[in-house]
């Protein structure tokens, strides 16, 4: 007796272990795609919005932090204030610095400035935290937020184009935006500028553009899919 | 002597016109400051900026001393990306020693500098550049309109708290996004409990606590800007939803009151039958040979007669029916028992009748008499000791006083001679031993009777006892005096079977049977007679031998 259910219930049991690998891979992880591939997980595109804009704060967020510690260590560069406007890298893009004037711009625009600032911050970033890992004053936790800040730009910004693609295909902005084909047209020709700045300078120019993007964003999604949490 | 009081004296008058001289001093020059109010003003501070909604802001300063004379207070500033140094827009919007900085002249993500410049007739005092970004200096107002509301469920009632974002604050483009908090604090402690409600005008709190009195407060804060303040304390008391419950549960009690009552109703009125059922009576100790009862009746010769009695003589009292009985036969090899003359030791027999066992333990086992006290001999017969199968006392324990005290009567069946000895013991000197006994097994006959004392059986008188030999010497009927014996009825009918006497042992186990008219004397009772004794017994067996169609054993 023992014998017969001994072979019985191993094939009993591969069978069961077939069953739910098939189940497994057929529901696999389904790409996620803008348009609607066979195959494919669409997401609409109010929740591409919310995925970016979460992002963007998380990235706002770790700015802010270093941004802080920044301080604490290096208090002089507050004292050389005087008259002193910095100069950040990207004050050359058109940026704009109030409600009205973000909302009278047209999404397209608005969508092309802050893929503008994204591509703009991915190697100044990259840099930055060479500098910081290779500098004594700082911890490792510090030098691992800047590398999470680099990372982040450059996923924000597939993200962002990944919304506008979307919103091209669903017709809410026009197709010709040839920037979005090569982002790096988009740089200004004399893009060595951040080389010339220290560490925090650079540190409070990205925190500033990183809330920039943030509320762009925002801004753009309440207009184009307001229903959900505006 | 007096020189150096005069030197004292003159010391003392120098320090005071000192003294004098340098108050008048202190004199004149106050009234020289006091003269000359004015000043140049004393340097302002600026104090902190805010911007509640992100698209205005405001700041303020602390003036320094003005100096006597009237000051004005000016701010200016600068502002990335603009040329040149501007003024304030507004000084009245917001109060006394404020900047409100409108739509059109606060940008964001640009840096301000500003500085706050005291004047006066005599002069001006410029204060330090504050440098702030609009995005640094966020705070909103309060929350409006928070609102309590206890919502009354079935299961459980919560706490719905409702509130508005606050004034001037734009949620709906998106330009800020408005986080909020809530702390809620019971009446009875003080300490506060914290929650975060996110983005959401609304929150609920479950379990609270019926009567309770809950006091909350929200605060809310736009990006990553501080808090704001807290508003104003709201109040709300829970009703109390007891009774219901209680009711309930008041409904529950009785229900569950009523059958406990009941059953301790019941556990009093019987009591007893508890009282026996939890505690079972623990048996008294009992003195083998001695009758508890007896003593207790408190009269001394039947005490004595108690302590006597039992030690020795258990009373049989009547039949068993279909006992089986033994008839100790031994071998007789001292002669027929006619010639019981010639025996003169005499061995008490132990013919014990079925169910009875006597006390004799040594005397039988020297004697070899097995009583077989076979058949539960209980109380058919109603006399009968109860069976052991050693001779042991106990069986004297079991027998019932009643029966004790009527007969008085040792219910040993042992044969006597007409030797009256009392004392049972004595019978040990005159015993002989058995040398070969064999038991014949004795069918009683007695069926169909039912009563125990009345029974009809013929006695024979036991001429000798010769060691262990029993010898029955004549069937004559023994003559009973009715002092107490047992009537013994002659039961003729049941005399269908054939029952032989023994007429006498022979040698090599025989026994010598006696076929005689089965009308009369066919039993051969073999029980004592009466005793010449203090203490008689009855024996109340009578064996019979079975005989069996063949010829009896020869």
Redesign the interface.
Known sequence: MPGSIRPVSVVWVVLVCLLFCSRLLSVGAAPICTNAQAGCHALSLANLFDRVIQHSARM??IS?DLHSEFEQYFLPS?NQ???V??NCHT?TIF?P????N??RMARQELTEVILKLLVAWRDPLWHFHQSIAHHHDFNNFSANKALEMSDMVHELRKGVEKVAEKMQMMGIISNSVSSLASPEALLPSDSAEWRLMKDYDLLYCFR?DS??V??YL??L???IV?EH?? | MSLPFLRTHCGTVGARMWRDLGLAVLVLLSAAVESNSTSPPGKPVLLSCRSPE??TFTCWWEPGSDGGLPTTYRLYY?R??LEGVHECPDYWSAGSNSCFFN?TH??????Y?LTVVASNALGNATSD?F?M?V?EIMKPNVPENVTLLVVETEDSPYLHIRWEHPRNT??????V?IKYELRIKQEKNNKWKEYMSG?QSHFSLYSIAPGGVYTVQVRCKL??GSWSEWTNSTNVKVPNYVQNERSFWILVATLSAIPFMAAMCILIVKRENVKQCVLPPVPGPKIRGVDFHLLMSGQSEDSTNALIINQNFPLIVGWKDQMEEYLIVTENDIGPPSDASHCQKRKKSLIIPAGFCSDWEIQCKSTHIQNDCAGGTKNETGNFPKNNKSLSGESLSYMEPSKLQKQQCLGQNFVNTEATDPSPLNYDNAVKPFTNSGYVDIRKHVENTQEVNVKQVDYSRVEDVNGDNVFILNNKNLAFNSSGYMDFQRQEEKLSEDYSRVKEVGSNNVVVLQIQDMSADTKNPHATGAHKMGVCTELINSEYIDTIPAPPLM
């Open positions: 706002h967020g802010n507050k204030i005087g008259r406007s910095r004050s940026t610095n109030g409600k009205e973000a909302q500033r809330n920039k943030q509320n925002k801004i999604k309440c207009r307001p949490g505006c | 992100k698209e600068e990335e990306r739509k606060t940008l964001i993500w640009v840096d500098y550049i440098k970004d995005m734009d949620t709906e483009s998106g330009w996004t983005t990006d990553h």
